[in-house]
């Protein structure tokens, strides 16, 4: 892969059964135009792929890394051990705890090791593409206007919301 | 201020009694050569110079915003709804429920604005820098390279502990 | 709109999926003749219209303020932010930890800018209402009368109950 | 008591350990000219001299009850049963569980009796002077003024702060 | 009533609809033969006649109480008030936050006035009623004998189960 | 020991550094001159002694249990699954959690197996005693006037306080 | 039964509707060869059968137990109180608090007596059965190498998953 | 390094200043003259030299993982991901939350990747040693022997405790 076609966001969960919420970042990706790859890895399962697809991906010219787990959530964490790059971290409701462990698992990184971190669930889903955005339109200012355009209509329609 | 002169960080803190904490982020962007502003505002009591400053940093250059803030800590999310660039929370531990308020407050943004959210307190307040640093490096592939050697810094440092 | 025609009580909600709840804010200030209104109206999404909202209504001759919201609830505060008259805070179940979130983030307001929390949800709703007509009772007795009046009727009922 | 001289505001909390927290609410209802009287009582060591001190500070012409307690903390809970007039309530911290027991204990009330609660502890206590002196000055303009001249001054001294 | 007729065991709970909870708490007092009386009072709307019939019941022999109630659980706390006679205490899951509430507001008693708690919901409901027995069955040894027969009883169904 | 001289309280703590606040339970048992025995006896180092203490005392003629246990505190379970009598549990504040772990651990017991759980800490250390004094009370009518003596001098003592 | 024929893991559960997640842990230990008995015995309900089971079961030749509890979930303790065996205990969701209270009451055992702890409910009954065959498979290096197909196998899974 | 003559325990940590709470894991093994290394190591900053060491210490002998981390504690995870040999998970109390963060990042553990999590802090640190000699035990009976030395060395100091 050239560094021009590699995709400028990776987004990553740790299960399959996690992508009904993660499709939620790709289409927020795909909505805005921004290249992405989605894959599922384990920090604990395949711990050897994970680090080498950090590490070639970073290669390959991806900018911002996504990464979605419950539970023990380590997998933004172990991403952010192998690259520099912004890593985003959205916390999944597990089988308990109502997404408290995987919020404070996500979140409380150790000094020297950041991991910005988004709402639990669908909601922090989304906000991860739209701040993988936000860091690409640094670079790319039509990026920029288009999350704009998005927060206008956003506006507009509470402004037009009718209750009953 | 003219554009080039902007620092590229702003540093935005509810009161002058989060510096304590908040220096760190100051120490590490200094560290790193990273141009920044450090500035106490309030989303509560200062909310429309709140806005003001947001916006025309916004239009001097400034790419990320680091706002920290304790108990219903609202400044993060008034930050994001005056820019569409990445926004940085700090929780901090403030008089009682020790942070857990504060990253609530910080980090369960709905969708459509997202918060980066880092660490409550200090270790929070450095990851938030060394985040705004990785963003920057995007752009600025010297800043990645310093990244990668304060990692190298830390990593030597740990494998020389000699414990006892 | 003339000042006494202004409705006394202003209810805005985060997003219209909160309407579900809120409509028994409506529906207890209705049932004791209190004028209001209510709206749609988000922190983050429309920051400027909320600012706006709040300070015509204060004009327009509102006295007391009810705002709901849920996840990192921050919309009672911004609402208290631009006023200062009585707010009220009406925190909601959100997508995870069962309002915790939206708890602490309504009332762990700093000091200087009170927001009055009522329970999480539907009690809340109602809670709100009746405080902000206990507020107004202050002025018109006749509002107490009619507190008094629920009261005693909610005290016959359970004293009617019959288990079984 | 003539109703013209009776205390506008009645600050009442379950033991006089609370008093280091609850003179800051006296401060600021003294300093905004607003008359209080404050007063140890139980919920549930005088229950019945609580709630005739409720009924007589009614009928004397008290608007406004704050109520501060700890613990499994009833006591706004119980002033508020016997007044429609509104109940502002202040969690203070225990022994224990750093003030989630008793905020959840005062903020949790069921439908039918509102209590509105304020931050744990010393923010609460000054928020709730303030929040009683907002309902007030819905009858009394210049209150609410001092409040926005006091909103000022905050904001003033906010921007006039230095950083190092 | 006379005396010897009294309930040794009146159960009180703050809402019509704990008693699908609660009749757990009936049924259990039934089965060992327990005089009960089962009542629907609330501590903030009814308080009057909460403290007017525990004190009838003392008078008329009720020897313990047993009080339920979910959220800013008050009941248990305002029962112990008016009676230096035990006091059980169950937190029924509310309408938020699964039972947290409930059992901080009812368990976190200041020192003076004990209220011995039993688990939160249906767990809770049959303890009370098992626990106000074993405190009949001081001064009654045939109903502690009938408590072991019980606990033999359940042990041998333990010691029976088939796990397919 | 004969029957008429066995302590009517028997008090278990689960490790010797726990009676600086269970002392405060045998200071309030003595003050009421209801007999008493204080052990440090563990539910998981001594469980065939503590099975034996329990059995033995019950023999004896003790009336009422009280057990004492910080983390996992499992001691008021094992020594309610050993007796039919009443036991009373003090959750204490144990190396972390604030006593949220000792509390949930002695209160939600399954059904079947009650125990009366008593605040975190000193405020449930003095509890205990009163509630067992209260259970004791049925049988010996003095002990409940003392128990209202002792209110009394309670709420004298409230209503004398002056705030400054 | 001979110490070559007695099930090397034993698996303990406080009650039979345990059985829908504990049979997890069985069928785990079926797929690995791993001889077990399961068994439901009760910390509270049969405490000396329980006891008995444990002394049987490590005189017979078993090597690991595994507890399963929830609410205030004493089991693993108990269980870790007769032996010095290794004990691994897995906290169930009980009727509230969503596991929160059964992992404290398992993890949070005083210095002396350890259980190692596995996840909530169904995600720790297989690793508490892994775990077991862990600790197993450093005499027998045949369990170990299958513990490494299954992993293999779990890693091809994951890296075969396609996203739609 | 011979097979030999490899230190039966590995004992990690992710920080110098843990060292403070796991050299009583230390002590702990020397009492029992079990053979160990203790090293720093970090999921985070040196995820690659900790690979390397766990799968080197696997292939010197190495038989028992403990790992000891704070905040998103995601060390003992990261070791499990590397040996299918047990691996003891030690939550230590960091920066903020009690301990609550660095107990869910350690227990909640997906199913495939088990790690047996003891209590936070120092009884944790204790017990880890101490579950590991238990696992070790199954081959040396003479460490169980010694196990049972200090629990009765442990039941004798209590049963010998005299309170005042």
């Known amino acids: 892969m050239s560094e021009q076609e590699a995709p400028l966001v990776a987004v990553i969960m740790g299960s399959k059964s996690d992508w009904e919420t993660m499709k939620h970042t790709r289409d927020t990706l795909e909505k805005h135009g921004v290249s992405h790859v989605c894959r599922v890895l384990s920090a604990?399962?395949?711990?050897q792929k994970t680090a080498e697809f950090v590490e070639s991906s970073?290669?390959?010219?991806?900018?911002?890394?996504i990464a979605a787990a419950g539970g023990a959530a380590h997998l933004a964490g172990?991403?952010?051990?192998?690259?520099?790059?912004?890593?985003?971290g959205v916390p999944l409701q597990a089988w308990s705890l109502d997404g408290l462990d995987?919020?404070?698992?996500?979140?409380?990184?150790?000094r020297g090791i950041p991991v910005g971190t988004l709402s639990i669930g669908k909601a922090g889903a989304i906000n991860a593409a739209l701040l993988a955005i936000s860091i690409l339109s640094i670079e790319e200012p039509?990026?920029?206007?288009?999350?704009w355009e998005d927060r206008n209509a956003q506006a507009k329609a509470i402004l037009a919301e009718k209750l009953e």
């Open 44 to 47: 604990h399962r395949t711990p």
């Open 58 to 65: 970073v290669e390959d010219g991806t900018k911002v890394f």
């Open 78 to 88: 172990v991403v952010a051990a192998h690259t520099v790059l912004p890593v985003l």
């Open 102 to 110: 995987s919020l404070l698992a996500t979140v409380q990184m150790p």
């Open 142 to 147: 039509e990026l920029g206007k288009k999350l």
